[in-house]
């Protein structure tokens, strides 16, 4: 079983920049592909990036070029790195991983097999 752990979170002003942090336990990430996903209040759990265990990033076009994912292997931590924040980037955001096994629908929540918690982001002037 993998643990997962998101810190990083806060309030910013529009145009500002936040990077969160998502440490995993139980298991690294090699074999596993690593989503980030945001809910809104009153909307759906939203995918918003998916980190193949390769290393290539797929990002949805509501963040790309604002949004980057990295990681430190050597502290089981995957990052996501917020810049040119909007007030509609307001949600909880979570990160989350999928065992290897084929093809997936990348940003489909009930894909994945284990959640961290969730960390607030709040993007309001």
């Known amino acids: 079983e993998v643990q997962l752990v998101e810190s990083g979170g806060g309030s910013v002003r529009p145009g500002g920049s936040l990077r969160l942090s998502c440490e995993g336990s139980g298991s690294t990430f090699d074999d596993y592909s690593i989503g980030w996903f945001r809910q809104a209040p009153g909307k759906e759990r939203e995918g918003i990036s998916c980190?193949?265990?390769?290393?290539?990033?797929v990002y949805i076009d509501a963040v790309k070029g604002r949004f980057t994912v990295s990681s430190d292997n050597a502290k089981n931590t995957v990052f996501l790195q917020m810049n040119s924040l909007k007030p509609e980037d307001t949600a909880v955001y979570s990160c989350a991983v999928r065992a290897n096994r084929g093809s997936f629908a990348l940003f489909r929540p009930d894909e994945y097999d284990y959640w961290g918690q969730g960390t607030q982001v709040t993007v309001d002037a």
């Open positions: 980190t193949f265990s390769g290393g290539n990033t």
